[in-house]
């Protein structure tokens, strides 16, 4: 049986972010980069204990992993945490997306479990927005818009840096509405951009 949605975080000031975006990156590292580099790399973002999946945790060591993992590992960060979006991805769907919720959506037309899924992921966006803002700009195309988007806070690139971001839209919307979706970055708060911008196409 599906867990009920995730309960937002309590009122109190502390910038909280979903666990996932810790819990499922961190076994990639043990096995891509090994359990010394993986202690180093969660030693040096400040977090002591990893966090339970059923709650939310600090966004500031959850942001400081990912950034940290992106300094060190510049070349193979983009794998790592696209991975880690995909298994967060899974484990919405498993987890967090009520069963016949998710049965209705699976047999609807796109053109109709489209708006579905983007109202779904809008009303529960702090679980990875973060202390971010997240907006619909545009619903065909579907376009998703993070401001100050705290996984990439203060970095600097070239290229858009939202691997994960990116890797847990698309692997909702191929799952769920079809399997040629994808979800193209087409800016990012890295990059300069006022926000990071996500467009399911």
């Known amino acids: ?27 990639l590292l043990d096995d891509v980069l090994g359990e010394a580099e993986r202690n180093r790399l969660v030693s040096s973002s400040g977090l002591t204990e990893l966090p339970k999946h059923e709650g939310m945790m600090a966004e500031t060591p959850a942001a400081a992993l990912h950034q940290a993992v992106r300094a060190s590992h510049p070349t193979l960060a983009p794998a790592l945490t696209k991975r880690a ?46 202390s971010g803002t997240f907006s619909v700009r545009s619903k065909d195309p579907l376009i998703f818009v993070l401001r100050d988007n705290p996984v990439v806070r203060g970095e600097h690139s ?7 971001h990116s890797a ?34």
């Not at 070239?158 to 994960?164: D, G, K, R, S, V």
Request: charge should be neutral; aromatic fraction near 8%; include cysteine.
């Open 85 to 130: 979006g995909e298994r967060t991805a899974e484990y919405i769907m498993e987890q967090r997306i009520p069963a016949a919720a998710l049965q209705v959506m699976l047999h609807l037309p796109p053109w109709l479990s489209t708006p579905l899924l983007a109202s779904v992921i809008k009303k529960h966006a702090w679980t990875f927005a973060g």
């Open 158 to 164: 070239t290229e858009p840096l939202c691997h994960w």
């Open 1 to 27: 049986m599906n867990a009920p949605v995730a309960i937002p975080p309590p009122n109190d000031g502390l910038a909280r972010i979903g666990a996932n975006s810790v819990l499922k990156l961190v076994p």
């Open 168 to 201: 847990v839209f698309q692997r909702l919307f191929s799952s769920i509405v079809d399997p040629n979706l994808r979800c193209i970055e087409t800016q990012c708060c890295a990059t300069g951009a006022e926000s990071c911008v996500f467009e399911i196409r």
